[in-house]
């Protein structure tokens, strides 16, 4: 059915574009742009005060499938992701078991198309069993449709089994993104070591475990001349790291949680575990660079790094509970309150770093822009809309999310992919 979008604010960083402005959508593609579009038979929303922008890419998700299918399923994921104004989603490849075949791509891909309300993309590990000892058949992957190769959750330890992946990624056209820990330096570490872990008594995480990974591996890249990406950068060493990486031209590119631009190690206070995770909530002072980072354009991207876990698994004493917070459906509010409408970024660098510059990074030629001829993925918000963060009404099947109760000022109204409302979920529900 087609679908006609009335009197949005559009906006596409990919063109420019934001303006007042009519969309039709057809056959899951945007086939007309203009001031005014008069559509016989089509669905007709009212935009009219609401934001029209490329569908959000939530670039980090875990979706837990297979086996582990009581944190998440594809199927929940994607609806959390929709709930989330997310149309679309690249998961994680740390299942179980981890996604280092072919086979496994294709299960997920297959599935998704079944029972997934966005579109999924696959990223699958980078060594087998995700041991870091031999690479996976990165060309079979890449042909199965993995879209991009981490071992997210740990650092390639071996520096040389990450130079060769580097290497390959480039004539496959594909991406590396690496987790930056040295786990040496982690330890048996539970949070960020400072004044706050000392404070606290919980065993510490130093920066130095992520830097030291994220200065290796930009080096890596430079001399393998590939693309890395670095995933969920969290201290303000490791920015400077990337920005002089970014200053020689090296193809480094970098995302940020919502998390860890908004809360910092002094939170944990609480020893709430649902705050438990990695790499962990920094300091004040790493949390102003993260910030500065974003407004100069040192990261690219805005990543959920949504980690599902069951009540039972974070219900335990602190050092115990597993890392990951639970962040699809509140990062684009938790973003547009403490980021947009507070000014310290505009709403078209927004939407560039959560939906064109991730489709670019990930290759995703047809996504991304408000285009004719585009996929019809669509994001709609309401900047004015009021929200209490409430764990009982996620769509994910876990609740693992710190900001329970908080009162943001921003919203995803309407999700929209492939030409179809994915969200509401009942869409006769007024925006
Ligand atoms: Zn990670």
Redesign the pocket.
């Known amino acids: 059915m087609k679908l006609l979008l009335k009197n949005g604010r559009v906006i596409d960083p990919s063109s420019g574009k934001d303006a007042k402005l009519d969309l039709l959508v057809d056959k899951g593609k945007i086939v007309d742009i203009k001031s005014r579009i008069v559509s016989k038979g089509a669905k007709v929303i009212d935009a009219s005060r609401l934001i029209v922008a490329p569908g959000f890419i939530d670039m980090?998700v875990h979706l837990r499938e297979p086996g582990q299918e009581d944190k998440e399923t594809i199927a929940t994921g994607a609806l959390a992701a929709a709930k989330g104004g997310f149309t679309s989603i690249a998961c994680?490849p740390n299942t179980d078991p981890v996604n280092d075949n072919r086979g496994l791509t294709e299960f997920i891909i297959s599935e998704a198309k079944k029972r997934a309300v966005v579109d999924v993309f696959p990223i699958a590990t980078i060594t087998r069993g995700q041991k870091g000892e031999e690479l996976t058949d990165m060309a079979d992957l890449v042909d199965a449709g993995a879209v991009a190769f981490s071992d997210?959750?740990q650092s390639v330890e071996n520096s040389q089994l990450m130079r060769r992946a580097l290497e390959y990624s480039k004539p496959l056209n594909t991406l590396i993104i690496e987790?930056c820990?040295d786990k040496n330096l982690s330890g048996d570490g539970v949070m960020h070591e400072g004044y706050y872990s000392y404070l606290y008594g919980l065993s510490g995480i130093p920066a130095s475990s992520e830097e030291t990974i994220v200065a290796r591996d930009t080096i890596l890249a430079q001399e393998a001349k590939a693309n890395i990406h670095i995933?969920?950068l969290s201290s303000k060493g490791a920015v400077e790291i990337v920005k002089k990486a970014k200053k020689k031209k090296i193809k480094v590119t970098a995302e940020v949680t919502p998390h860890h631009l908004i809360l910092t190690d002094s939170h944990l206070k609480s020893y709430d575990t649902s705050l438990k995770v990695?790499?962990p909530l920094r300091s004040e002072e790493d949390v102003r660079a993260l910030i500065q980072a974003v407004k100069e354009g040192v990261v690219d991207v805005f990543a959920s790094?949504h980690a599902p876990h069951t009540p039972d698994e974070k219900d335990v004493e602190f050092n115990k509970a597993p890392f990951g917070i639970n962040g699809i459906e509140t990062a684009v509010s938790l973003l547009l309150d403490k980021l947009v409408n507070k000014n310290v970024i505009s709403l078209k660098k927004f939407i560039r770093m959560i939906s064109t510059t991730p489709a670019l990074i990930l290759g995703l030629e047809n996504k991304g822009k408000i285009c004719v001829g585009a996929d019809a993925d669509l994001t709609i918000l309401n900047l004015n809309k009021e929200i209490v963060v409430d764990v009982n009404t996620f769509k994910s099947k876990s609740r693992n999310n710190p900001f329970q109760g908080w009162k943001l000022k921003g919203a995803p109204v309407m999700t929209i992919v492939g030409g179809k409302i994915v969200y509401p979920f009942s869409s006769s529900k007024s925006l």
Do not use: K, L, N, T
């Open positions: 980090h994680m997210d959750g987790h820990e995933a969920h990695s790499p790094d």
